[in-house]
């Protein structure tokens, strides 16, 4: 954090106004304009994160700080008392809990699960003297468990269709009806390509996947991207006030153009919220020795491996959010983890002031099918290969303010990279963070790695941007590198995966240029639109707090 506020107290000396921030100053996020960031964070930042009061003591209920027991089946029992109350802070008191000791075959993945409203963990501060939750033993339920699950939602009730084509930036859409919208709340909203065969995809016709990636142009190959993963494009929606019987509003700006022969359709969406995790250290029996994607020793096979690559990989997994609304994790430290937090469908979700520290592993903070997330205060000292992940039609996520402070290791294949993993996430904001640049991964079949309008504002890029210098696309000093094909098959031409983007006023350390399309030059085409690399001082150096100001009122035009 203090070397990112020394980057920006040092660049304000030569401050220039991006004309990109005064275009949306004047029209919004319309048209090719920057989106808008402003909704991102618990309550769309509009309500501060709560103090919620105690309700309830750990200890009461049976879990020992610093025994060497287990103490999931005493946690477990004192949440689920909460979650009968009605919500409220469970205190863990300052001390060592195990959580996931007993591997018999008969209990595994003894996860603390929090699914009920209002429900949080409280600890007594993440410093080494105050509440650690440790994980024993690694899960073996990957994609469903970790040491703390947070989450729940169920749909039912009726819904409504979208009956006329809506623009980006639009917050009216008409619909055949809104008697079965109730008044108002939390929704999914899910359009589908009418297009797409998923027994027989055709890159040729599919229309709500190329609308999200144009101009990059699509292909066969990209099977799941045009086929069945690519079919549907949803997102959470607010609606703010239903008009009347056939018109609502939304509490913000649609983030696509959506047509009304996708059949955009509007359900109700109960998800838990509320749900908070604050003050508390997690730490695990995680040894190391990490690879990307082999087990451990790299060389071993069968008898010979210690641990696969799925442990390797997966398996000691810290916090696991599926499906909240309105929800936070602040003032966390998770040590010794290969999987830091992951986030699925959900929205409005506060990260503030967690930092990933010891042994090497595979990522930090994933977001798949989440939206107008906020992370801020994050520091990354334990070598990631992936630091911020973004997949699935994340969007509207804002990631801001952080350091990752590691170098690139050849062997666990680690490095200061944003990581963005096919599907198309789009209109996601990197502001204000150190020691970064541009290296994906994700599948082939759905790529390329981003969807449109994708913004990198202030960033400072290391000296050294090593991982991939020698893959097809991209090079050392570029801000962008693909291993997989792009439009136009160059060399210099990783930057079309991510199409549409926004890099304003980029700088790097040393006395190289950050470069795309091996070029410093300013520029604004069909793939990108550039201003002031390696210029220091744009103006606002925080489009996201500027976004927010204007959005209360203040800095209109």
């Excluded at 275009?23 to 090719?32: D, H, L, V, Y």
């Excluded at 029992?77 to 075959?105: C, E, H, M, T, W």
């Excluded at 080494?128 to 989450?151: E, N, Q, Y």
């Excluded at 696309?473 to 990783?494: C, I, M, Q, V």
């Amino acid at each position: 954090m203090l070397l990112v506020l020394a980057c920006l107290v040092s660049l304000t000396s030569r401050a220039w106004e991006s004309m990109y921030w005064q275009e949306f100053r004047k029209q919004g996020p319309t048209g090719k304009a920057l989106p808008d960031f402003s909704y991102a964070g618990y309550e769309m930042n509009d309500k501060p994160i709560p103090n919620v009061p105690q309700v309830a003591l750990a200890t009461d209920f049976g879990a020992v700080p610093d025994d060497e027991g287990d103490d999931t089946e005493a946690l477990q029992k004192a949440v689920d008392a909460v979650a009968a109350k009605g919500g409220g802070v469970l205190f863990i008191p300052a001390g060592r809990y195990y959580i996931n000791s007993k591997q018999d075959g008969k209990n595994q993945n003894q996860c603390l699960r929090v699914k009920a409203s209002n429900v949080v963990l409280r600890g007594a501060g993440s410093g080494p003297k105050g509440t650690i939750l440790h994980l024993r033993s690694p899960i073996r339920s990957i994609h469903s468990d970790a040491t703390v699950v947070l989450g729940k939602s169920d749909w039912g009730g009726g819904h409504a269709v979208v009956t006329q084509d809506a623009k980006r930036g639009d917050t009216v859409l008409t619909v055949n009806a809104t008697a079965d919208l109730g008044k108002g709340g939390r929704f999914v909203l899910t359009a589908t390509d009418p297009l797409i065969d998923e027994k027989d995809p055709k890159a040729e016709k599919c229309e709500i996947p190329a609308c999200m990636v144009a101009p990059y142009q699509l292909r066969d190959d990209l099977y799941d991207t045009v086929g069945r993963r690519g079919r549907k494009l949803d997102f959470p929606v607010r609606i703010v006030e239903i008009v009347d019987d056939h018109t609502v509003r939304l509490a913000q700006p649609l983030r696509v153009d959506l047509l009304a022969r996708w059949t955009p359709s509007i359900y109700p969406w109960r998800h838990s919220t509320g749900i908070g995790i604050e003050g508390i250290r997690f730490a695990s029996d995680w040894p190391g020795g990490y690879a990307h994607h082999k087990p451990f020793p790299i060389d071993a096979k069968g008898k010979d491996i210690l641990r696969s690559s799925g442990e390797q990989n997966y398996q000691w997994n810290a916090i696991l959010i599926n499906r909240l609304w309105d929800g936070w994790v602040r003032d966390v430290i998770l040590q010794d983890y290969t999987q830091g937090i992951t986030a699925n469908w959900s929205k409005n979700l506060t990260f503030r002031k967690i930092a990933v520290v010891g042994v090497t592993g595979h990522t930090a903070l994933t977001l798949s099918h989440a939206h107008d997330c906020l992370t801020e205060d994050f520091t990354i000292t334990s070598q990631r290969v992936h630091t911020f992940f973004v997949s699935g039609m994340a969007s509207g996520n804002v990631f801001r303010n952080s350091v990752v402070d590691y170098p690139h290791d050849k062997v666990a294949g680690t490095s200061p990279a944003l990581d963005f993993h096919g599907l198309f996430p789009y209109e996601n904001l990197y502001e204000n963070i150190a020691q970064v640049y541009v290296m994906p991964g994700g599948a082939p079949s759905y790529l390329p790695h981003a969807g449109v309008r994708n913004v990198f504002w202030n960033l400072r890029c290391p000296a050294e941007m090593s991982r991939g210098a020698t893959w097809p696309f991209g090079g050392p000093d570029e801000l962008f590198r693909t291993y997989a094909k792009t439009t136009s098959n160059a060399a210099r031409s990783a930057h079309e995966h991510w199409p549409k983007s926004f890099l304003v006023g980029l700088t790097r350390e040393g006395d190289k240029p950050v470069q795309v399309r091996n070029s410093a030059a300013d520029r604004d085409d069909e793939w990108l639109r550039v201003e002031g690399l390696n210029q220091p001082g744009v103006q606002p150096p925080s489009l996201y707090a500027a976004q927010l100001q204007l959005r209360r009122g203040k800095g209109r035009e």
